[in-house]
């Protein structure tokens, strides 16, 4: 994948339906069998090389509504504050279902990233704006993406 330049904005939006992680075991391991993942990014139009407003990935939820990962990282999330107080990065439990990347298990390690349980509808309820999201991948480490709607995607 290319490098992204720093200062672009990158735009993840949640998916509009749940991802069968239940019923399709490729989800669960790294594999060249990435049908649902394609899928779900043509469907949203995301690009992997992003010009300005054009959206980059696709955070992904479960049958249980509970957020997982996108496309193609591990994310982790954590509601934003007013005060200088940080809330903990939360990444999804494996349980959630949910490919248990390398980068992942590192961020654990070093006690960066916390697991717990993350839930669309409270989310959504929350606002979008008010909740930081970090993806991580071992192509390209950490970086921070912002949440948006569906209805805010460019249209091209």
């Known amino acids: 994948m290319p490098a992204l330049p720093p200062s672009l904005k ?16 490729f989800l669960l391991t790294k594999t060249t069998h ?8 043509e469907r949203h139009g995301a690009k992997y090389t992003p010009e300005s407003g ?5 955070l ?4 249980s509504n509970q957020i997982t990962e996108t496309t193609i990282s591990n994310i982790a999330m954590r ?3 007013i005060t200088n107080t940080h809330n903990p990065w939360i990444t999804p439990n494996l349980n959630c279902g949910l490919l248990n990347g390398v ?11 916390v697991e717990g349980v993350i839930d669309v509808d409270e989310v ?6 008010n ?13 921070h993406v912002e949440l948006i709607s569906t209805n805010q995607k460019k249209i091209s």
């Not at 990435?34 to 990014?41: K, S």
């Not at 054009?54 to 696709?58: E, I, Q, T, Y």
């Not at 980068?103 to 990233?113: M, P, T, V």
């Not at 909740?131 to 970086?143: D, I, K, Q, T």
Request: hydrophobic share 30%.
């Open 103 to 113: 980068h992942r298990q590192r961020l654990l390690q070093q006690g960066k990233i």
């Open 79 to 81: 509601r934003r504050t």
């Open 54 to 58: 054009d959206l980059f990935d696709v």
């Open 124 to 129: 959504i309820k929350e606002g979008l704006e």
């Open 131 to 143: 909740w930081e999201v970090m993806c991580f991948n071992e192509v390209r480490h950490s970086y």
């Open 60 to 63: 992904l939820f479960n049958d």
């Open 10 to 25: 990158l735009l993840v939006c949640l998916d509009d339906q749940p991802t069968p992680y239940k019923h399709d075991p």
């Open 34 to 41: 990435r049908d649902h993942y394609d899928q779900t990014r």
